[in-house]
């Protein structure tokens, strides 16, 4: 197992475009976390799910975000219509339920540029 | 909502010289992390705090979980060049979410 891992790296859209970001968790982790990061900032939550069910939503991820994870196992978050201040790297984690904080592990993000 | 306040914001510093930056809470946290981010990649847990007054080593990092349970530092000992980053707290306040708070990191840079 390589860690957690995020599919694309690099993404520049146009404004208005759809964009979805893939996560695959470390395999045997059953929670999975969904963060943004601009620049010159720290990690700022958006959600989290306990295998398949997303339990938590952080009011920043506005309507146009919408984040799943059907089979509890990888996830995909999709921004629709995407504006110029949606730029920022995306960053997923996972952990293990019974060890929440010991084995949260990042992904190396997904950087997202919206022109 | 909980903010952390994260100081200096950024350090420039010869190699072999010991860092200190630290982070603070206008509420309780139950555990400290620190994190460390190099470009493009994400945050790295370095160590992690789970009881207040608790002192934890790494090789050269030393982190504390303050007493108060407000605040944590973090020492970087004999600086070497990959020490370069940004290192970031975060604080957990336990219960059934697991998300962190993160505080706006420190940059550090290494002169060898």
């Known amino acids: 197992d390589t860690g957690v891992s995020q599919d694309p790296r690099h993404k520049i859209t146009k404004r208005g475009q759809n964009v979805t970001f893939r996560c695959d968790p470390i395999?045997?982790?059953?929670?999975l976390y969904w963060y943004r990061q601009t620049l010159g900032q720290g990690p700022e939550f958006l959600t989290y799910?306990?295998?398949?069910?997303?339990?938590?939503k952080s009011r920043l991820l506005s309507d146009r975000f919408s984040a799943e994870r059907p089979k509890g196992s990888f996830s995909t978050l999709e921004i629709q219509r995407t504006e110029q201040g949606d730029s920022a790297m995306y960053l997923c984690?996972?952990?293990?339920?019974?060890?929440?904080?010991?084995?949260?592990?990042f992904g190396s993000g997904t950087r997202l540029t919206v022109v | 909502g909980q903010q952390l306040n994260q100081s200096p914001q950024s350090m420039f510093i010869q190699e072999g010289e010991d860092v200190s930056m630290n982070c603070t809470s206008s509420?309780?946290?139950?555990?400290w992390l620190w994190y460390k981010q190099d470009p493009g990649e994400g945050p790295v847990l370095l160590i992690a705090?789970?009881?207040?007054?608790e002192l934890t080593s790494n090789g050269r990092l030393t982190a504390q979980f303050g007493i108060t349970r407000k605040d944590s530092f973090l020492n970087i000992s004999a600086s070497i060049p990959s020490d370069v980053g940004i290192y970031f707290c975060?604080?957990?306040?336990?219960?059934?979410?697991?998300?962190?708070?993160f505080g706006k990191g420190t940059k550090l840079s290494v002169k060898p």
């Open positions: 509420s309780i946290f139950n555990t």
């Open positions: 395999s045997e982790h059953n929670r």
């Open positions: 984690a996972s952990s293990l339920l019974a060890s929440t904080l010991y084995g949260y592990t």
């Open positions: 799910f306990q295998n398949e069910a997303q339990l938590e």
């Open positions: 975060a604080g957990y306040n336990g219960g059934s979410q697991g998300n962190l708070i």
């Open positions: 705090l789970y009881k207040a007054g």
